[in-house]
C-alpha cells in the first residue's frame, strides 16, 4: 500500500511517499468488526501465516510464515473466523519503506538518513493503513515481544479503535541490560569499518561482521540457560567435519524471521568428547558452530541500518515516561480487553515485567487474563510450538473476542 | 623468575625461556608453611595487593592490586601471618611471557603463535615457580572465577602440595551460555580488519573495535541485572555534553583488572528524562556511555591474542571430562581442606555451579565449608568490598588455615 500523506514521526522528523507491505488472512466479514492486526518483532516482516510457493506451485524452502503455529484456518488465532493483517514496518528491509530504498527527497538511497522510528510511529502508520482498508475497530490487536510494545501503545494511542489487546512475552519498557545487549550490537556494526557512517550501499560493501556479532548476541539472549546446555551442553564438534562448516548451505529465499528454536543446524557431526584442537580461532564446541552459522546466515539477509532502527525504537518505549514513570497513570487511557502471556525461562523479558502491565492495567480495573507459561525455551518460545501457551490464546479468542 | 626448562603443555606443545611475574607481600616463615598462591581470572595479574609508588614516593594513579579489600596487613588473607604470593600467567599481556614477547624459536612476536595454553599448563607453572621459590607446600592456594578454576586444578595435580583451596564464584566447569558469551568475544576480536589473524603487532595496528565489543560483552555479564538496572536503569546522559564523553581522561600506569562496580565513570552528568535525540548512533542512555568507555579503555591496554587465549582456557577447562562427566570422581584425588564461596546474583558462575563442586567434594568426605552470599552485584561481587564476604574468608583463614 503507497501513502502519499506525510507521516509527522516522534522525533519531529517526517516520512512521505512511504510503502507499507502487508499480507492478509481469511475474509473480513462485512460490519468489518473481525479484524485482527499482527504486529511482528524484530527481524520479521508481514508474512506472518503460510507459505509461499514458487513458479511450479511447489512450497519454497523456509518460506513459513513467522507464526504460522498461531494463526491459520483452526489455529488459535483461526482465519476462518478472524480476518488477519500482518503488516511489515516502517524502517525494516522486508517490504516496506525502509534505509535501502530511495529518499523521494534526495533520490538516494536513505541508508543512515533514515528517520528514526519508533513503535508509537508504526502504530500511526498501521492506524493509516486500516482507514485505507477500511477498518475502524479491530477485534485484536496482538503481538510477541517488541511486537507486544506495539499492541499496548495500540491501546493507548488508540484506545477506541482496540477492542482486545494480546501482549506477549513483552515489557512496559527495556531495562539496562537489554540496552546494553542492543548497544553492544549496535556499536558491533557501526564501528564496522564496512559500515560507512550507514551510507555502505553507496560503497558496494555490506558490514557483515557487526551484523553476524550483533546476531550472535541476539542469539545468546533469546535462548534460556537450561535450553542451552540441554541443546549444546559442552559438546564437541568433530574434528575432521569443522572445516565444512565455514561453507553454509545454499539458502532459498531469505527467512525474515531467525527462529533460533525452530531452525536446523548446520549438519555438523557432534561428538560428546573429543581431542580439542587446542586453537583459539577454530570451532571446538557445537554451541560456537551454532551461533556462527546463524550469524553468517543473518548477515546475508538482514539491513545493518534496520537493525538499528529497530533495537533504537526497542530501546525508546517507554510509555511511562510521559507520566513520571508511573505505569498505572499511563496506562489509564487504555479500554481494551487484555491477554498478556509470559515465559518462566525468558530473561529478555521476564514474567515480572508481564506483571508490571497486568498490575497497572488491573489498577485501572482493566479487564486482563494473564498466563505465566513454564517454559523451557527462554524469550524464544513465543515463537515455539507449546500447548499450554497455544491453548492459552485459542480459549482467549474462542471465548472473549467476538466479532 | 627465568624458566630456561621446556614446559610441556596440555596441547602436546611447550614453551621455553619464559618468564613468570610475580609479586609477594608478608615473610615466608622458616619451615616455609605459611605460603598462600593467589591465583588471577580473565584480565588481572601478579600485582594482587598494595599500591605502587612512583619515582617522587608518591602513590600512582589506579595502581590498587586487585584484590587489595582481601589481601594485606590486617585483612581476610593477613600478610602479617601469611607469604602471598601473586603470580601473573603465561600467555598475560602484564609481565609474564605472552603473544607480545619475542618467540626464541623465531626471534619474532608469538602473535597468534603463542601455544594455547590451560588452566592446567597454568597450575604446572606455578608449580615451578613454587619449586624454585623453595616452597613445597602452599598453606592455601586461592581464586575467584577463572582463579577458582586453578586453585580447584591445583588440588588435584598436586594433592600434597596444598593444604586448603579457596574457590570464589567459580564452576566446574563453563555451561554452553559461557562458551556462547565467550565466542562472540572472540570473533568479535578476529575478524576485526586490524587482527590480521593475530599478527597484528607486524602492521602497527591493534584490533581496538573487536576488543571493544568483547569488553562491552564482558561488563554486561559481570553485572547482574539488578544492579545495572539500579545504577543505570534507563537514565539518560546529558545531550549537550555527550561528546565530551568520547574523549577519555588520561590514564596513568594501565589498570590491569578492570573492576566495573569499583571504578569511577566517566564525569558525564546524567538526567532522569530529557528530549531525546533520536538517533542510532549517538549515546542516549548512561549505560551505553559506560560500556563505550569501559571497552575504550579496555581496548588501549589489552592485547587481544591474551583475551583469546584466557577465554580459550576458561572454555577447555573441565576435570571431570575425563572421567565421563562424574565430578565427584574426578575430585577423588583432591586431599584439601575446601571453602567455596559464590554469590546470590552471579549469573555467569551461579551459586548452583559452586554447590556441584561442594556435593563432589562431599561425596569423596572431604573438608568443605561452603558460603553463599546474598549480593546484589553479580558476579564482579568477587571483586568488591562486602563484609559478610570478607568476613567469610576471614573466618576461614583464622580458625582452620594453620601456618
Redo the contacts between chains.
Keep these: 500500500m503507497h501513502f502519499k500523506d506525510v507521516l509527522p514521526l516522534?522525533?519531529?522528523?517526517s516520512i512521505r511517499a512511504y510503502d507499507l507491505s502487508y499480507e492478509t488472512y481469511g475474509v473480513l466479514n462485512a460490519d468489518k468488526s473481525n479484524a485482527v492486526l499482527i504486529c511482528h518483532a524484530l527481524n520479521a516482516s508481514h508474512h506472518v501465516a503460510g507459505v509461499y510457493l514458487d513458479e511450479s506451485g511447489q512450497v519454497k524452502a523456509k518460506s513459513e510464515g513467522w507464526w504460522d503455529t498461531m494463526i491459520g484456518p483452526g489455529k488459535p488465532v483461526d482465519t476462518n473466523r478472524f480476518f488477519v493483517i500482518g503488516v511489515n514496518n516502517l524502517g525494516s528491509c522486508f517490504g516496506s519503506t525502509g534505509p535501502m530504498q530511495i529518499n523521494p527527497d534526495t533520490q538516494e538511497v536513505y541508508g543512515?538518513d533514515f528517520?528514526?522510528v519508533t513503535v508509537e510511529d508504526w502504530v500511526d502508520a498501521q492506524a493509516r493503513l486500516l482507514d485505507a482498508l477500511g477498518i475502524h475497530t479491530l477485534a485484536a490487536v496482538m503481538g510477541g515481544s517488541l511486537g507486544g510494545m506495539q499492541a499496548l501503545a495500540w491501546t493507548l494511542q488508540h484506545p477506541d479503535r482496540v477492542r482486545h489487546a494480546v501482549v506477549v512475552a513483552s515489557a512496559p519498557?527495556?531495562?539496562?541490560?537489554n540496552?546494553?545487549?542492543n548497544?553492544?550490537a549496535?556499536?558491533?556494526i557501526?564501528?564496522?569499518?564496512d559500515f560507512h557512517g550507514?551510507h555502505f550501499y553507496r560503497y558496494g560493501v555490506l558490514p557483515k561482521?557487526g551484523l553476524?556479532?550483533a546476531r550472535?548476541?541476539g542469539?545468546?539472549t533469546y535462548?534460556s540457560?537450561d535450553v542451552?546446555?540441554e541443546?549444546?551442553?559442552?559438546l564437541q564438534v568433530a574434528p575432521t567435519l569443522v572445516a565444512s562448516r565455514t561453507t553454509l548451505p545454499p539458502e532459498g529465499a531469505h527467512f525474515p524471521l531467525g527462529r533460533p528454536g525452530g531452525e536446523t543446524l548446520a549438519p555438523t557431526p557432534t561428538v560428546t568428547?573429543s581431542p580439542?584442537k587446542?586453537?583459539?580461532?577454530d570451532v571446538?564446541?557445537q554451541?560456537?558452530s551454532y551461533?556462527?552459522y546463524q550469524?553468517d546466515k543473518f548477515s546475508e539477509y538482514f539491513d545493518a541500518?534496520t537493525y538499528?532502527?529497530i533495537?533504537?525504537a526497542l530501546?525508546?518505549f517507554?510509555p511511562a515516561?510521559a507520566y513520571g514513570g508511573n505505569l498505572s497513570l499511563a496506562l489509564s487511557k487504555a479500554k481494551a480487553k487484555f491477554l498478556l502471556v509470559s515465559f518462566s525461562t525468558d530473561?529478555r523479558f521476564s514474567p515480572k515485567r508481564s506483571r508490571e502491565i497486568v498490575k497497572a492495567l488491573l489498577d485501572n480495573q482493566r479487564d486482563v487474563s494473564y498466563a505465566e507459561i513454564d517454559a523451557p525455551h527462554g524469550h524464544d518460545a513465543f515463537l515455539l510450538e507449546d500447548a499450554r501457551y497455544l491453548g492459552v490464546v485459542r480459549s482467549y479468542f474462542n471465548s472473549k473476542v467476538g466479532v
Design positions: 516522534q522525533s519531529g522528523a543512515a528517520p528514526v519498557n527495556l531495562n539496562a541490560e540496552i546494553a545487549f548497544e553492544v549496535r556499536r558491533a557501526t564501528t564496522d569499518p550507514g561482521r553476524r556479532i550472535m548476541i542469539h545468546i535462548l540457560d542451552m546446555n541443546k549444546f551442553g559442552r568428547s580439542f587446542y586453537s583459539t580461532q571446538e564446541f554451541i560456537e551461533l556462527r550469524g541500518n538499528l532502527l533495537t533504537r530501546d525508546y517507554d515516561s530473561w
